[in-house]
């Protein structure tokens, strides 16, 4: 793993400048480490576009309001999006969380909290059964940014 701190946005990542550093995840004698170190190749990516919309986990609300990794849920249970800049305008209908299957694509309408890195909403009762992909749409200034996650949630 690669760890270090850059003083501004146009820094790159340089092993052995500041505190940059190569750590291993497992024990490696001296041969070793000097032998990664030696032909380590890496490529910086550019930053994010700072107002982008990003998922990063989909939870199910409990009744006691812990949050549970089992998506597969019934109508009228709360979802919950963690994330960054998830900010949207209720008012903008192609912004928003939205279910995704084959049938087509519904906008959740209904929301507990609307946060910038949290979004609760419950599971529309009119919403068929069968699973889908989430999503959600945001306008921080003139471009819509859609965020999308790999977790699929099974409404039953």
């Known amino acids: 793993n690669a760890t270090g701190t850059c003083s501004n946005i146009q820094d790159g990542f340089t092993l052995g400048?500041?505190?940059?550093?190569?750590?291993?995840?497992?024990?490696a004698n001296e041969a070793t480490t000097a032998n990664v170190k030696a032909k380590l190749e890496y490529k910086q990516l550019p930053p994010d576009i700072t107002g982008e919309a990003k998922l990063y986990r989909v939870t199910a609300l409990n009744d006691d309001a812990?949050?549970?990794t089992n998506l597969s849920v019934s109508k009228g249970k709360t979802l919950r999006l963690h994330g960054r800049n998830l900010t949207f305008d209720i008012t903008d209908e192609n912004q928003g969380v939205f279910l995704e299957n084959e049938s087509g694509l519904t906008r959740l309408s209904v929301y507990n909290r609307r946060g910038t890195n949290v979004v609760d909403s419950?599971?529309?009762s009119e919403l068929a059964a069968g699973s889908y992909n989430v999503s959600i749409v945001t306008?921080?200034?003139n471009t819509y940014f859609t965020a999308n996650i790999d977790s699929v949630v099974t409404v039953a």
């Open 17 to 27: 400048s500041g505190n940059h550093t190569l750590g291993f995840l497992f024990n």
């Open 139 to 141: 306008k921080p200034g």
């Open 122 to 124: 419950p599971v529309p």
């Open 66 to 68: 812990s949050e549970s």
